[in-house]
Nanobody, 123 residues
Framework: QVQPVESGGGLVQTGDSLRLSCADS????????MGWFRQAPGKEREFVAA????????YYAESVKGRFTISRDNAKNRMYLQMNSLNPEDTGVYYC????????????????WGQGTQVTVSS
């Protein structure tokens, strides 16, 4: 299994960039496809992006296409989310998790969630 830990969140202004990291302390990271989700206050956790275990396939929510880029470095047991052109609607707690199902966009198909990192975008 994986034991992901997210980092890199913070308070930024509209138009700024951030890079989130998801680090795994286990030994199985390269065996898993991984994804990013986010949860805004009072809202359900929603899909952001995901990547196949070898990086051959990527998936993005429509709301972040062209602005966010997911990547991974299996040698370092890390996954990243580069977020550009941030806006207040991107505010939330960002989580990484391992994909264990079939539907990339469904949070119920993910397991081994991290504790999340807060991203706040001010207008």
């Amino acid at each position: 299994q994986v034991q992901p830990v997210e980092s890199g969140g913070g308070l930024v202004q509209t138009g700024d960039s951030l890079r989130l990291s998801c680090a795994d302390s286990g030994r199985s990271f390269s065996n898993y496809a991984m994804g990013w989700f986010r949860q805004a206050p009072g809202k359900e956790r929603e899909f952001v992006a995901a990547m196949h275990w070898d990086g051959s396939e990527t998936y993005y929510a429509e709301s972040v296409k062209g602005r966010f880029t997911i990547s991974r470095d299996n040698a370092k047991n890390r996954m990243y989310l580069q977020m550009n052109s941030l806006n207040p609607e991107d505010t939330g707690v960002y989580y990484c998790a391992a994909f264990v199902g079939k539907n990339w966009y469904n949070r119920d198909e993910y397991d081994y969630w991290g504790q999340g990192t807060q991203v706040t975008v001010s207008s």
